[in-house]
């Protein structure tokens, strides 16, 4: 039985090693580039970055030649020569055409990764961020938890003096006890939101946490503005996202690689050259005049005559290709206005509440707080009014906390919908 538990405990407590994670925190920026490298997405975008370019040496492809030969046997081999040489077949004005359209099929594909990149880039911002508006929140109540707890035992005490009744120190005890519920919820967010940051990042073997304990107000630490800039409009933001955007830049490429393409295959029609040559000989016995005889031999075809096919068919398909490559355009060009404007007034919206909260909320709430907490002491008021108080600025902290994590991630989303890594490459350009 000693031995069975002995066994059973090393077992459990190998598996409890294994499952250890090594816990690693980490900057907003350090998060970005394990992302970029460990994302599975971008990883195979890159893939098909190469297989474009691939196909450029594809589009680009010589002819191979062929090996022939004519062997004239018996009686038909007399006074007739044997020969042996290579066809080649030499393609008209078709290479190029088709080497440009991969081309731009090739430039495309890098757009849509860097699209792409974005993206993700915005995900790890948004997943950090939320990360750090809960661990705000679980500091936040874990210090109304304390103070809970001090104002329980200050009433414990006011009890057993007979300065109050004891229906006080019960009603604080009911505080305390939801302050700690509260607090328990909190870090259990906190646990969940952790879990996704790291699922954004695509880890597993190491357990990331963000360098800040609590959401930073350095708005660069975050990557982000302040919201007292108002040195960008909306035009300006517009029009570099029209030229910038690398969805819309890959939609464009694909346009013309498709007007390539159209060239390419209209080329079919034109008629290819095959090339001949060898060498041809007669042996003794085979020859008219009883003499070895050699010698070599040339001769070129017209091939790929469009006569009984013209490609008409596949032309006409490539017309439509064209179409349909400026329709996905004029798609994602709506798509990307409107998503720019609605990330552009949720960003307005998440600035002006922030300044509200940092120019008026903030400094009412404090000195309320700690106005009540003066005149509980002093038994201005009695407890109830003070949990009121109290209340009231719980909810305009968290508040807070919540804006700035909302003002942090529209101007994430913001960014991404331009499609740039920060406001200033917009004001360089419009310099």
């Given amino acids: 039985m000693k031995k069975f538990l002995a066994v059973l405990f090393l077992i459990l407590t190998a ?39 691939n196909n450029i040496f594809v589009a680009d492809r010589l002819q191979n030649p062929s090996i022939h030969t004519f062997q004239n046997i018996p009686k038909a081999g007399v006074g007739n020569p044997q020969q042996i040489g290579l066809d080649y077949t030499i393609e008209i004005l078709k290479r190029g055409k088709r080497k440009e359209a991969a081309k731009t099929y090739s430039l495309a594909a890098i757009d849509s990764q860097k699209f792409l990149e974005y993206s993700l880039i915005t995900d790890v911002k948004k997943s950090y961020i939320n990360l750090l ?23 414990e005490e006011e009890v057993e003096k007979g300065n109050m009744p004891e229906t006080e120190a019960i009603q604080a005890k009911i505080v305390l006890n939801r302050a700690i519920m509260y607090s328990n919820i909190a870090r259990s967010e906190v646990i969940s939101a952790q879990n996704y940051f790291n699922s954004v990042m695509n880890t597993s073997n190491i357990n990331y946490d963000t360098k800040e304990d609590t959401l930073p107000v350095d708005y660069k630490t975050l990557m982000t503005v302040s919201p007292t800039d108002n040195s960008i409009n909306f035009n300006d933001i517009k029009n570099f996202a029209l030229l910038h ?42 020859s008219g005049d009883g003499h070895f005889q050699s010698g070599g031999y040339i001769g070129a075809s017209l091939i790929n005559i469009p006569l009984l096919y013209n490609y008409s068919p596949e032309i006409e398909n490539a017309r439509i290709e064209i ?12 798509d990307a ?95």
């Fill in 15 to 53: 598996n409890a090693c294994f499952a250890i994670q090594e816990e690693q925190k980490i900057d907003l920026k350090g998060a970005i580039d394990v992302a970029l490298q460990t994302n599975p997405q971008i990883k195979l975008s890159k893939l098909d970055i190469d297989i474009a370019r």
């Fill in 133 to 155: 508006v809960k661990k705000s929140h679980l500091q936040i109540l874990k210090e109304q938890e304390a103070l809970c707890k001090e104002l329980y035992e200050r009433m």
């Fill in 245 to 286: 955007r690398y969805d819309l830049l890959a939609a464009k490429k694909e346009v013309q690689a498709a007007k390539n393409k159209l060239e390419a295959v209209k080329s079919q029609r034109i008629p290819d050259i095959e090339l001949t040559g060898g060498y041809a000989y007669q042996t003794k016995g085979m």
């Fill in 323 to 334: 179409e349909k490559a400026e329709l996905r355009y004029k798609d994602i060009e709506i």
């Fill in 337 to 431: 206005i409107r998503n720019l404007t609605d990330a552009w007034e949720k960003f307005v919206i998440a600035r002006t509440n922030l300044n509200f909260y940092n120019n008026e909320l903030l400094n009412n709430s404090q000195e309320l707080m700690s106005s009540s907490r003066k005149s509980l002491h002093n038994k201005e008021i009695d407890l109830t009014t003070f949990l009121v108080s109290k209340k009231l600025y719980l909810e305009l902290i968290l508040g807070y906390q919540d804006t700035l994590g909302e003002y942090y991630t529209s101007f994430a989303e913001l960014l991404k919908e331009i499609n740039a890594n920060s406001l200033d490459e917009i004001k360089i350009e419009n310099i």
